[in-house]
């Protein structure tokens, strides 16, 4: 039961990481379903999206609906919309990532534009990105939780989840993965920086090459490394060296602007990596995964990122650290790593 005098929060998370996102926020499940893909927290004043990997959106949750009537969804959802903040910069309805959640999507963009017709009709809802969100999500069609978020403090994307499209010449779908660490890190001015073609850099754990191929198509020159072998288009790319070594034991001759690594290795030996790359100058900026297939993922990921800020915070560096668990990260998740 939600208690009406505390704040509540909407979180989503990827299905089966429910319970993390409980160890992280260390709030109190109200509901939380194994595998569901959200839940609803209490018991915290303040959550800071920017702080949580496992959260894909943070929402504060206003109220429910139930029993949403087949004929007419619309006038109980207009008379659960809280009356403040009186206008909402934007309208999203949302559904859970799974299964069931998908069946619901087709319905949820057919009722958009009734919703949203309601809403601007009645100046509730104008186009404006500083003023927080209205989100309608539906665990199901008769079911309605109705939430907000602060722009400063969420996700902009639908259903927490950034969408980049695939390169036809690929050669694996890691691709997305590190598009979508670009969208989620850095915002487009930040992209238009720090990816510029003739930039460098390092990919460690390289094969079969869709982190690389991803550097490639953003005009960077790439030094891959690993044993195996790169395949496709990035096996021949005059912008691609690939060397077979030990990326563990590889540093460049020069710094480099990007080093990304998605070596199958303990967090902990990553984290020690990175901070040996970071100390030795040879980089200013990572993207790298670390992977947590064991049970005790929040203790594990915790005491990686401690190693990372302990050694870093020793020597003075000042840096910025993001942690997120991406929507093609699986038991894995996405750290960004930047120097200033
Ligand atoms: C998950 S795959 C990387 C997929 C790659 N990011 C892509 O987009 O195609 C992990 C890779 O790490 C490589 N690897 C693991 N340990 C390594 C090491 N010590 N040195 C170099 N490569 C390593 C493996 O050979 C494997 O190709």
């Not at 007419?72 to 990532?97: F, S």
Request: with cysteine; proline share 7%; glycine share 6%.
């Amino acid at each position: 039961m939600i208690d009406p005098t505390l704040p509540a929060w909407l979180v989503y998370c990827r299905p089966g990481f429910e319970r993390d996102c409980i160890e992280e926020t260390q709030a109190k499940p109200v509901e939380a379903a194994e595998n569901s893909g959200y839940l609803v927290l209490q018991g915290k004043a303040r959550l800071a999206y920017k702080q949580l990997t496992f959260a894909r959106q943070l929402l504060t949750l206003h109220g429910e609906v139930r029993g949403l009537p087949e004929r007419d969804r619309l006038t109980p959802l207009l008379d659960a919309i809280p009356p403040v903040p009186e206008r909402y910069g934007a309208l999203y309805l949302e559904v859970p990532d799974t299964n069931d959640g998908k069946t619901l999507s087709g319905f949820t963009k057919r009722f958009q534009p009734l919703l949203e017709q309601a809403l601007r009709d009645s100046e509730r809802l104008v186009d404006d990105p500083a003023l927080p969100r209205l989100h309608i999500f539906f665990p199901s069609e008769e079911r309605a939780l109705i939430a907000t978020s602060d722009p400063r403090n969420s996700n902009d994307a639908l259903n927490g989840i950034h969408r980049v499209s695939m390169s036809a010449d690929a050669p694996s779908r890691s691709y997305l993965k590190l598009a979508e660490a670009f969208e989620v890190f850095l915002d487009k001015q930040e992209q238009a920086l720090w990816l510029k073609p003739k930039m460098t850099a390092v990919d460690l754990g390289a094969a079969p090459g869709g982190w690389t191929w991803q550097l490639v198509q953003r005009g960077l020159k790439v030094i891959a490394v690993d044993n195996g072998p790169l395949k496709g288009a990035a096996a021949s790319h005059p912008d691609i060296k690939h060397l077979r070594q030990d990326g563990f034991k590889f540093r460049p001759k020069r710094p480099v602007d990007w080093l990304v690594c998605d070596m199958v290795e303990q967090p902990q030996r990553v984290a020690a990596l990175m901070v040996e790359w970071f100390l030795g100058g040879h980089t200013s900026n990572a993207i790298f995964n670390l992977k947590l297939p064991m049970k005790k993922k929040v203790e594990a990921l915790r005491t990686a990122l401690d190693t990372i800020r302990g050694a870093l915070n020793k020597k003075g560096m000042r840096y910025k650290l993001e942690v997120k668990q991406l929507y093609h990260d699986r038991e894995e998740v996405t750290v960004c790593l930047r120097k200033g």
